[in-house]
């Protein structure tokens, strides 16, 4: 329904703000639609409300607060990354988190002192140690599938210090 009211008036720029990822949704809507979007960085809206001397919030004075910083500062619209790329994210993302837990789990485990509760730790990082690698190849086979991303990722790793987990952190994180 928004892309369709959005069609007919033909802005010449939509500005969403980033809300942790709540945005992604309408993002790729309109760019699907070929609108021209640009999803802004909500502490430059903060800043330049706080520079305006705007101080109230409310849904419609943000609005207003994001149209006039779009108006004074006129940030490019950018392409929203493509589905692949969206799913390379997200694979990495989710290796990051399941690297957190493990981590997490192992720490509790060397403090637990009950059996029954170290047996279910080691259980629990048994389970995501599984995980790790499933993931790897997932986004390996993403990575080795593109023959752009295969590129970028030989450039990177031919830096000392930079591997394969790191380069493909760079492709899924860095615009």
Do not use: C
Not at 37 to 51: D, G, S, T, W
Not at 143 to 158: D, I, M, Q, T
């Amino acid at each position: 329904e928004l892309v369709a009211r959005l069609q007919v008036i033909s802005p010449a720029l939509i500005a969403v703000e980033a809300t942790g990822g709540f945005e992604t949704i309408v993002a790729a809507a309109l760019a699907g639609a070929q609108l021209p979007l640009v999803v802004v960085n909500p502490a430059q809206i903060r800043h330049f409300a706080q520079a305006v001397g705007q101080r109230a919030k409310t849904d419609p004075i943000d609005a207003a607060v994001i149209a006039r910083f779009v108006e004074a500062v006129k940030p490019e619209p950018r392409a929203m990354p493509d589905q692949e790329a969206r799913l390379l994210a997200e694979l990495v993302s989710r290796r990051r988190q399941i690297i957190e837990m493990i981590v997490a789990e192992r720490q509790r485990e060397k403090r637990a002192e009950n059996v029954r509760v170290r047996k279910s730790l080691a259980r629990h990082i048994k389970v995501l140690e599984k995980e790790l690698p499933e993931i790897d190849n997932d986004i390996d086979t993403l990575v080795r599938g593109s023959p752009v991303w295969r590129a970028k990722e030989e450039l990177l790793v031919s830096f000392p210090g930079v591997s394969n987990t790191l380069a493909r952190t760079f492709l899924a994180e860095v615009p």
